[in-house]
Each structure stands twice: as structure tokens, then as C-alpha cells.
């Protein structure tokens, strides 16, 4: 049975997540999948970085206590060393999922670029390196005959790119719009039953919805990048950050909620990208007052969803987790499957 070998880099949530699917349905993914599944490298900046080419003891990796690290390991150290074990491991895939800086990408662009250029492929689940690089990124795999695979950079496990590219094909989109922020979401949510935005963050962040600091989420930040990212893989743009004029939910008072409530309507953070009818593209994050019609409206919760606008079909919706670390674990499984059917695609011959 074919084998793929993984390497990843952070161990946070989400990778933990991952580690813990390939730990615990090893051998019934492998029959599902046709593949088989091994870790062979792991970096986290708490642990440190450990490399074993054969595998390596999963059950111990999580029976690791606080202060432990990698350093007694065989291919062990007490540090992370990133670029090292990117560089050297024996893994033909790279998963990618360390903390990236919302504003040049790094590490996350630096980590996937020195894969791909040491012949792996990667996955990511990061919106950084995406958003900032995936033109650049994608040309480097290109050159090396390797994969880079992103779908959980938009909404979690919810396979929204892959549904555009595959299941959409043959549709002209005009315009995507969605919720892509859980925690808005659930915050906008929470004070139409009266709680203030002070009061429903705070509920927000003892639910596990909200960081710390909460400022990427209702600023509108975090959704600014998933909407370059949307713009740039469906409608085929070439935007930035800069380009997506971006507005949070800071602004949203409880006086406009108990009005639009009054109206029939519902407060909503919208991500949008279009074509206006010079062919340029048009994107904005901003807080929207959606009537009960319009088929975002009663997504509630920390759900996403994301509405296309199709030639010939109309709107087409798509909603699923936004967030968590199995639903995001999924996306990077997901993105496994689809380069391991890639690189078994039949290859064309010409005549």
C-alpha cells in the first residue's frame, strides 16, 4: 500500500488534531483512503523538533507532560528547528500550521517556500502565506512538481474552495459573499438577545470562540484575508489586504440591532469580493443589515457560509464549521487526499 510521509511543523491545536486522527483511525483511514499515513517529524516551541524517518510513538508524543521536550528523543532536540526539519526530513508532505503574522505572512511563507523548493508538498491551514504569497507559492510548486493545497485557510473543514473549483466548474461566479468569522458571528448573535459587544466577547472567549485578543476577529482582519483569498482563487484577482476595504463590528450598537430586529432584518459581518462591470474586482469586509430573505441571514452561531453568485444557477450557498481543531484537522486531511489523487491522475498523452 502507497505511503505518505508527514512532517509537521507547529503542534498546536489543529496539528495535535490531525496527529490524533492518523493516531486513532490509522489503519481504517488507510483502507478507506487507499494510503496509509505516518508521521515522521514534529516541531512545536514548547517541545522542541524530533525527526524519525521510520515513525514516530504517537501515544508517547501525547503522553508528554508539560515540561517535556523533544531533547532525550532519538532525533530529538529541545528547540524547534523549522527550517532544519523542513529542509531535512524525510516526509514527502509538509503540514504547515504555526502562528503566521496576519501582516507579512512569516513564518508560515518562509516555511511553505523552503518546502516546496526542497521538492515536498505542503498543506496549510494558515490565511497568511495564502493570502500574501499564493501566486508566488504556487509557481515554486509548479517549478518542483510538488503540490501546495490550502483549503482550510477559508472556512475550517468546510471544503468551500475545492466546491468552487471542482463542483461550480463550468459556472461564471460574479460574486462571493459570506460569514467567515465564527466569533462575530456569534458575538452579532448574542446582542440581539441584549448583550452588549463588551459582554458577548467575553462569553465568546470562555466558549473557546474568541483569542485573548479578539481584535482580528471583530476588527475584521481575519475575514480581509479570507476575502483576498476568495477573491483571488474563484474570481481569478490578483488583490492584497490593501485592496479589501475593511470595517469590523466595533461600530455596531445596540440601538442598530434592535432596529434592523424591528425591520425583520439581521446584523451580519460580510466578506465580498465582485466584479463591477468594468471586470475589476471589488472587495470589502463590512457589517451588513441582511433582510430575512437573503440566504446568509439566519446563518447563526460560529457557523461560516459563503453565498456564489452563478450565470445559471443563481445563488448557490455553502455553510459548515468555520473553526475548531478536528473541523480544521479535516481540511488538512482533505487537502492530503486531493494531491495523493493528483499525483495518480492518469497523465495525457499527446498523439
Not at 499564493?134 to 515554486?140: A, F, K, T, V
Not at 424591528?262 to 475589476?280: F, M, N, P, Q, V
Not at 430575512?292 to 450557498?317: E, I, Q, R
Request: charged share 20%; net charge negative.
Amino acid at each position: 500500500m502507497d505511503r505518505h510521509d508527514i512532517a509537521l511543523i507547529g503542534f498546536g491545536g489543529v496539528n495535535r488534531a490531525f496527529a490524533q486522527i492518523v493516531h486513532d483511525r490509522g489503519e481504517r483511514l488507510a483502507d478507506e483512503l487507499g494510503f496509509a499515513l505516518r508521521i515522521v517529524a514534529i516541531t512545536d516551541l514548547r517541545l522542541g523538533s524530533v525527526m524519525q524517518s521510520d515513525g514516530i510513538d504517537l501515544a508517547a508524543v501525547f503522553a508528554m507532560q508539560a515540561d517535556d521536550t523533544f531533547a532525550g528523543w532519538r532525533g530529538g532536540a529541545a528547540v524547534p528547528q523549522n527550517d532544519y526539519v523542513i529542509r531535512h526530513t524525510t516526509a514527502d508532505i509538509v503540514v504547515e500550521a504555526t502562528f503566521t503574522n496576519p501582516l507579512d505572512g512569516e513564518p508560515g511563507i518562509s516555511h511553505v517556500r523552503t518546502a516546496l523548493e526542497s521538492g515536498k508538498s505542503v498543506v496549510t491551514t494558515n490565511k497568511g502565506p495564502v493570502a500574501l504569497a499564493s501566486g508566488e507559492l504556487n509557481r515554486i510548486a509548479a517549478t518542483h512538481g510538488v503540490f501546495f493545497a490550502y483549503e482550510g485557510s477559508v472556512m475550517s473543514g468546510t471544503p468551500v474552495l475545492r466546491f468552487a473549483a471542482e463542483t461550480l466548474k463550468g459556472l461564471r461566479v460574479t460574486e462571493v459573499q459570506g460569514i467567515l468569522n465564527g466569533t462575530s458571528n456569534y458575538v452579532l448573535g448574542r446582542m440581539e438577545n441584549g448583550l452588549s459587544l463588551d459582554a458577548a466577547v467575553a462569553e465568546a472567549q470562555q466558549l473557546g470562540y474568541a483569542e485573548a485578543d479578539p481584535t482580528a476577529d471583530i476588527g475584521g482582519s481575519d475575514v480581509q484575508l479570507k476575502v483576498v483569498i476568495l477573491a483571488n482563487e474563484i474570481l481569478g484577482a490578483d488583490i492584497t489586504p490593501a485592496d479589501v476595504t475593511c470595517e469590523g463590528i466595533v461600530g455596531v450598537t445596540p440601538e442598530d440591532i434592535a432596529r434592523a430586529a424591528a425591520e425583520g432584518a439581521r446584523w451580519k459581518l460580510i466578506g465580498s469580493a465582485r466584479r463591477d462591470e468594468t471586470g475589476a474586482v471589488v472587495a470589502s469586509v463590512r457589517p451588513v443589515a441582511l433582510a430575512a430573505t437573503h440566504p446568509l441571514a439566519g446563518v447563526s452561531g460560529a457557523t461560516n457560509a459563503v453565498s456564489f453568485d452563478t450565470d445559471l444557477l443563481g445563488t448557490v450557498t455553502v455553510s459548515g464549521p468555520g473553526a475548531g481543531r478536528v473541523e480544521t484537522a479535516y481540511a488538512l486531511l482533505s487537502d492530503i487526499i486531493a494531491i495523493d489523487a493528483a499525483q495518480h491522475a492518469p497523465i495525457e498523452v499527446g498523439s
